[in-house]
Every structure is written in C-alpha cells, then in structure tokens.
C-alpha cells in the first residue's frame, strides 16, 4: 500500500470540519486540529493541505516506508487519532521493547523480528487498552471502539 492508499482509508475517520467543545483538539478539520497547528486556518484548510501535513509531520516520523503496508496504516491511524509520542509507546509496548516514544534502531529490529499479523493485534489490544484509561472515555469511547473494531478488519485483510 502507498501512502496515498493509507492516507485515502485514515481520511474516512477523520471527515471534515467540526468544532466540538468537547473534543481538547478544538476546531478540527481533517482531522488536523487548532490546538495541534495554531498557524493553520483550520476552517480553511483543504484535503491536500492536510494531506501534505499528514505526510511531513506523521508519515515520515514513523518511517511508514519502513514498515509493513497494515502495520503503517495501524500506528499512522493511532499517531492522527492520540499524537505522534503515544503511537509510538504503545507500539513499542506491542513490541516488548522500552516505551519511550522514539522510534529508533530497537523498536525497529523487534518489528523486523515479529510477523506484520502479531503487530497489528497486539498493537490494537494497546491501543484498546490506553483509549479505556483516558479521562474523555464516556463522551469518545464508542468511537474509539468502533475506529478500533474497523481497524481490526483492516488488520485482517492487510496482514
């Protein structure tokens, strides 16, 4: 999968723009959100400019290139939906490795050394578990555990 086809599947979670004073991102379009880019337009902004932040600011830490084709979307879906750091740290817990949400050398020597299908799961079931401990559960939690229920589907067809 190219990060175009990744991009294309993330992009049906994230919609267009909304401004929900429960969300702690604030104005959101795209799923970019205000208190992430203060200097964007939010309103404003397009699906290519999203796009092209997705790719420089999300893609591309996460080395997506280097990884497999459902993994990358798993953890790039996960670094849109709870932040960059956090992805990675339960990636990282998936992996069995230090969780200091970088991903250098070690995260990805235990990636190499484990199936793309073990990832996924074990990735999600962090995930799952982390979405359950946060303070916005009650108002978000059915969403998150639907976004999770899709993305086990996906995980099913890409590994």
């Known amino acids: ?32 959100s205000k208190r992430s880019y203060p200097n964007v337009d939010i309103k404003a902004l397009t699906r290519d400019g999203a796009k092209k932040i997705y790719f420089d600011d999300f893609w591309t830490p996460l080395q997506g290139d280097r990884l497999f084709d459902g993994l990358a979307y798993q953890l790039f879906d996960a670094a849109v939906n709870i932040g960059i750091s ?36 074990r990735f999600l079931a962090e995930r799952l578990r982390y979405n359950v401990k946060c303070r916005t559960w009650k108002e978000h939690g059915g969403g998150w555990t639907n976004r999770i229920a899709a993305n086990l589907y996906y995980g099913a067809e890409d590994s």
């Open 86 to 121: 956090m992805a990675i740290r339960l990636f990282q817990r998936a992996l069995g490795v230090a969780d200091d949400g970088h991903f250098g050398p070690h995260s990805m020597e235990a990636s190499v050394a484990m199936s793309e299908t073990d990832q996924i799961m």
């Open 1 to 32: 999968m190219t990060f175009d086809q990744i991009f294309d599947r993330l992009i049906k979670n994230e919609g267009g723009y909304v401004n929900d004073p429960a969300d702690a991102g604030g104005e959101t379009n795209w799923g970019i």
